[in-house]
């Protein structure tokens, strides 16, 4: 048993949310354990850093302290959720993780990927999602989802070439680590989507969780 770390991700708007609720749902009924986390949070303290990072401060963050933030509640995270439920043998289901860093960070604010890759190995070892679901969406469909849910956050503020970039970053390192990624084309009407991802569940996921929980 050596737990299965499945990651998901995708722009503001894509519909993460439905997709982890579709999952859980699915894993319940498989009689599959699993526990649940998100980043930035997971934790007491990676949650009061997450509302660093997300609320308006009369200051501005620079870009080098939203990085190190993301990775301190990442660290916080593994620390706390993901190592215990790996090693508990479980399917650790993580809201975004490092691939978000990758886009955002990476693709969004113009960070060096190779300053991210270090601070990867830094706070992660070797541990590396076994499963990315890819929510992809067009940002100008996404960011009219997001905004019809209420007051835009610090990030979610951004001008939408930030997220033209954050998008581009997520689907090249969809072809760049394909074995890790499945995606999802999330623009299409709810039924359509929930039937894409109960697909890549029932072909891709089922077997490739066989014996590691
Ligand atoms: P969400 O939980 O609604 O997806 O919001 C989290 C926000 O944080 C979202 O705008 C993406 C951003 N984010 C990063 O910029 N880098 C990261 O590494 C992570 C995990 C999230």
Known sequence: MSGFFLTIEGCEGAGKSTAVNLIKEWMSEKGIEFTETREPGGTRVAEDIRSLLLSHHGEALS??????????????????????????GKVVICDRFTDATYAYQGGGRGLDQQQISTLENLVQGSRRPDMTILMDV?????????RGRGELDRIEQEKM?????????YLNRSKVFSEQYEVIHAGGSL??????????????????????I
């Open 138 to 146: 067009d940002p100008e469909v996404g960011m009219a989802r997001a």
């Open 161 to 169: 070439d930030f997220f033209e970039r954050v998008r581009e970053e």
């Open 63 to 88: 870009d080098t302290t939203e990085l190190l933030l993301m990775f301190a509640a990442r660290s916080q995270n593994l620390f706390h959720n993901i190592e215990p439920g790996m090693t508990a």
């Open 191 to 212: 039924d359509n989507v929930k039937q894409q991802i109960l697909s890549v569940l029932d072909r891709r996921l089922a077997s490739r969780i066989k014996g590691r």
